[in-house]
């Protein structure tokens, strides 16, 4: 049940966002969980970005053909490769996040 309310509570505030953002556990590939969750991401009328993490531990072959697959089935705005851990790709992302969102107010 857990997992239905985050899922459905995701799906809420994905209506609300300028971009959606998908991380995709590379490691992990291309699993049923994904797959459903890819399609139901046309029902998301923003632009939707999708980032593979984890790439310093899959080879660049898996990787190219998770990024083929994951895109085959829904197409996306950008496809990011980084590593969180090693911070391979993330200057790229964060430069791409601060041009594609508008300004808005800081939180209080």
């Known amino acids: 049940r857990l997992d239905r309310a985050m899922f459905a509570s995701a799906w809420d505030r994905a209506g609300d966002a300028d971009l959606v953002v998908l991380v995709i556990d590379a490691q992990r590939g291309l699993d049923q969980s994904l797959e459903v969750l890819l399609k139901h991401l046309p029902e998301v009328r923003h632009p939707i970005v999708a ?3 984890k790439i310093d531990q899959v080879s660049k072959p ?3 053909r ?3 697959d994951v895109s085959a089935i829904r197409p996306f705005e950008r496809v990011f490769m980084l590593s969180a851990l090693t911070g391979d790709g993330v200057a790229d992302l964060k430069s791409y996040l601060a041009g594609a969102v508008p300004p808005g107010p800081w939180p209080p």
Do not use: G, H, K
Request: proline share 0%.
């Open 51 to 53: 980032i593979l993490n």
């Open 62 to 64: 898996e990787l190219l």
């Open 66 to 68: 998770l990024a083929t």
